[in-house]
């Protein structure tokens, strides 16, 4: 089993920018896909971003599309969201997520382990 911690969540406004962490310990981690979800209020978990084991390929979410970008550091067992132009409807629990293998993964079907999330806020 993969332990995931993520970190780098907080309150910002619009129009700003914030890097989410997620740091991997257990298996080995840089075999595997990685991405992230998040849960708005009131609202079910949506698919955000994925990230291939080798940093291949990544695909997102058409609604963070040129905003967010994905990234990995195996070195580190560590995946990043940076996302720049923040909007208040992307306010959220963010969710780091291992998939299954090394591809991408962009359903909770494919989701092996999950970290217990990071609370973003954007003000308007």
């Known amino acids: 089993q993969v332990q995931l911690v993520e970190s780098g969540g907080g309150l910002v406004q619009a129009g700003d920018s914030l890097r989410l962490s997620c740091a991997a310990s257990?298996?080995?981690?840089?075999?595997?896909?990685a991405g992230w979800f998040r849960q708005a209020p009131g609202k079910e978990r949506e698919f955000v971003a994925t990230?291939?084991?080798?940093?291949?390929?990544?695909y997102y979410a058409d609604s963070v599309k040129g905003r967010f970008t994905i990234s990995r550091d195996n070195a580190k067992n560590t995946v990043y969201l940076q996302m720049n132009s923040l909007k208040p409807e992307d306010t959220a629990v963010y969710y780091c997520?291992?998939?299954?293998?090394?591809?991408?993964?962009?359903?909770?079907?494919?989701?092996?382990?999950w970290g217990k999330g990071t609370l973003v806020t954007v003000s308007s």
């Open positions: 257990g298996r080995t981690f840089s075999r595997y896909g």
């Open positions: 997520a291992q998939s299954r293998d090394g591809g991408l993964c962009s359903a909770d079907t494919c989701v092996l382990d």
């Open positions: 990230i291939s084991s080798g940093s291949i390929t990544t």
